[in-house]
């Protein structure tokens, strides 16, 4: 017959199984705070990225790591962006425009990123979608329920020709998007808000007060506590030649602009040539200079909701939203992830935009992306990217 354990050695027993959880503990957080194997030296930038880069959840990293630990990922991710500063877009005499009407014959040029076999079935399934020609397809299919990819294998949304557009949903390691593709980089503009200087607008306000089919958010604002009215901008706000900004002394974002050239330009800030862009604002980290990485994909790793802006060769505009923040749904994505999207889509110039609870995107109307945001709608900002309507 089993003996039964007095008291006294029950609670012993209940010690040592604490005791050797303790240490277990103890040594588990050691290994992530000092252990240089990849896979945990890679998760412990991305914990300390993900929450230094937030403006109210920075406690995250430095109440529950050594300081030093910190520094020393802070000190790597600054080291990067000051080697920001020597980037610079030449364009190395890439032309960035499109001439003459779509029509059936180009349209496979022009959409590349459509998966041909698979779309050219539909539209012979669908007479009616080219019945007033190529250059008035309309295509919205949010649900996926068509199966339309792109030669990427993504989702395909929105083809929306009279507005030379075209959607896509993208999905990652932990995080989903959307993609808006303009054709035409002349329907890209810079809308300010309404009450600029005292207050901002949602996305979709400025979407109904410019006629635009598409927006998104655009720049960095001055956020106290996280609880800024998105009044004004914290950098460049050029639009027509004219900058509406708010520059401070020390600052440490990149520009990009477009000029009357309908090239998308990334460089530092020059107050004396302001009256050459269209419009420009600034962000941080570029990625993509010239069809250049720009970024090291050891770094920049912190998981964030994220806004990008980027342009092919051939002049297409790239407006990307991915979304995080969202347990269960997207959790968010690095810079790196941003980068390789676009470079799916042949992106030869590209920079962040202000991310986080202020990233969203509009399409006709309608919220077409999730915020992390209290309202589900983003933020009320100062600016945003959007696109005319044809």
Not at 12 to 36: E, K, P, Q, T, W
Not at 105 to 117: A, M
Not at 201 to 221: P, T
């Amino acid at each position: 017959m089993k003996k039964r354990k007095t008291k006294k050695q029950r609670v012993r027993g209940h010690l040592i199984r604490f005791d050797i959880f303790v240490i277990v503990m103890v040594v588990a957080y050691l290994m992530f705070c000092y252990s240089n194997i990849p896979f945990i030296a890679k998760w412990r930038t991305i914990y300390i990225e993900t929450a230094m880069t937030t403006k109210t959840h920075q406690w995250l990293a430095t109440m529950f790591l050594p300081d030093d630990v910190v520094d020393e990922v802070m000190d790597r991710y600054y080291a990067q962006l000051e080697k920001q500063k020597k980037l610079e877009s030449k364009w190395n005499n890439e032309k960035a425009d499109r001439n003459g009407p779509l029509t059936k014959d180009n349209f496979y040029t022009v959409y590349w990123e459509l998966n041909s076999t698979s779309f050219k079935n539909y539209l012979k399934a669908n007479k009616n979608l080219t019945a007033n020609g190529y250059d008035h397809i309309l295509i919205e299919d949010f649900d996926q329920k068509l199966g339309l990819k792109t030669t990427s294998g993504d989702d395909v949304c929105v083809v929306n020709t009279a507005n030379n557009l075209l959607i896509v949903k993208l999905s990652g390691s932990g995080y989903v998007g959307k993609l808006a593709i303009v054709k035409d980089p002349s329907q890209v503009f810079l809308g300010k808000s309404t009450n600029y200087g005292s207050m901002g607008q949602e996305i979709k306000g400025f979407c109904d007060s410019n006629n635009a089919i598409v927006g998104i958010n655009a720049s960095r604002f001055k956020d106290i506590g996280g609880h800024g009215s998105g009044g004004v901008v914290q950098g460049a706000m050029i639009i027509d030649g004219v900058d509406y900004g708010n520059r401070p002394k020390k600052y440490g974002m990149k520009f990009v602009g477009m000029k009357q050239d309908n090239r998308m330009y990334i460089n530092n800030y020059d107050s004396t040539t302001v009256s050459e862009y269209r419009w420009g604002i600034e962000g941080v980290p570029a990625f993509i200079v010239d069809g250049e990485k720009a970024i090291d994909v050891s770094m920049f790793m912190g998981l964030q909701p994220r806004t990008c802006i980027g342009q092919t060769k051939e002049g297409d505009m790239l407006l990307l939203i991915l979304e995080g923040r969202l347990p269960g749904y997207s959790v968010g994505a690095t810079a790196v992830d941003c980068m390789d999207q676009l470079l799916k889509y042949k992106c030869y110039q590209a920079m962040n935009l202000d991310g986080g609870s202020s990233a969203i995107m509009v399409y006709n109307g309608q919220y077409i992306t999730k915020s992390c945001s209290v309202s589900g709608r983003g933020r009320y900002v100062p600016d945003a990217i959007l696109v005319k309507k044809r």
